[in-house]
């Protein structure tokens, strides 16, 4: 897989017109667009067709946390779009999570496409151990025990891989083997500011530790030149 495909740009805008214009910027420079809350609620599920329509690929990133059957239902919807990857919230359970990937698959086959990856949410990056314990309730577990927990339990339930924070990568890999999807946010370069987010690595150390998709966003949506921002990074990828 080349350095470039490995990066997901995160498209954290409510904006469609400002959504597309950086897709026909950056679709030869990034292997994924993602498609947050922010941007689906505001623009629509249209939105995955049109980045699709101008060769980009897409996930969506909705984070599906609901009973079983609903959870199925919104799996589907989300498969007829075509979309390339989708998650769920791990902590929405064992059969939560087969059941959404089941009703997925169920509706590739039907359509007569690839079916997306699924992922499972383990814990958001922006969640710190101090969280974990006051405001989630989690007295008897580390940050990386509940991830590695999770993991492992999305696995069990057919999920194609995870999203985590870079600095749980090398536990999932060593918990769950080189065949699961491990899909990290709490990127940033060196050169870039922290953000809101508090599990983080740079995109070097990301590739070292073996992350197969990194999701950046504001490093270069936010950069004077977004095009520049992420040609800066995949050269750091590749060297």
Not at 66 to 93: E, Q
Not at 147 to 173: C, F, T
Request: glycine share 8%.
């Amino acid at each position: 897989m080349q350095a470039k495909e490995k990066i997901i740009l995160a498209l954290d805008v409510d904006n469609l017109e400002k959504a597309l214009d950086l897709v026909r910027e950056l679709k030869d420079h990034v292997g994924m667009f993602k498609v947050g809350m922010e941007l689906y609620y505001s623009t629509g599920p249209d939105i995955v067709k049109r980045i699709n329509d101008l060769g980009g690929k897409v996930f969506v990133d909705l984070k599906l946390h609901d009973i079983p059957n609903t959870a199925g239902g919104a799996g589907r919807a989300l498969t007829r779009l075509n979309c390339a990857m989708f998650n769920v919230h791990a902590a929405g359970g064992f059969e939560m999570m087969q059941k959404t990937k089941t009703e997925s698959a169920d509706e590739a086959a039907k359509l007569g496409i690839t079916p997306p990856l699924l992922l499972a949410v383990t814990v958001l990056t922006s969640i710190a151990q101090q969280q974990l314990q006051e405001e989630m309730m989690v007295k008897d577990l580390s940050v990386a025990d509940l991830v590695v927990k999770w993991a492992l339990l999305a696995q069990k339930a057919g999920m194609d891989g995870v999203v985590s924070s870079p600095r749980e990568i090398e536990l999932i890999r060593s918990a769950c083997g080189p065949g699961f999807k491990i899909v990290t946010p709490g990127i940033r370069p060196a050169w870039s500011e922290a953000g809101d987010q508090k599990r983080i690595t740079t995109p070097k150390q990301a590739l070292e530790k073996g992350t197969d998709y990194m999701v950046i966003g504001r490093p270069i949506t936010k950069a004077e030149n977004p095009k520049q921002a992420a040609l800066k990074i995949i050269e750091e990828l590749e060297s």
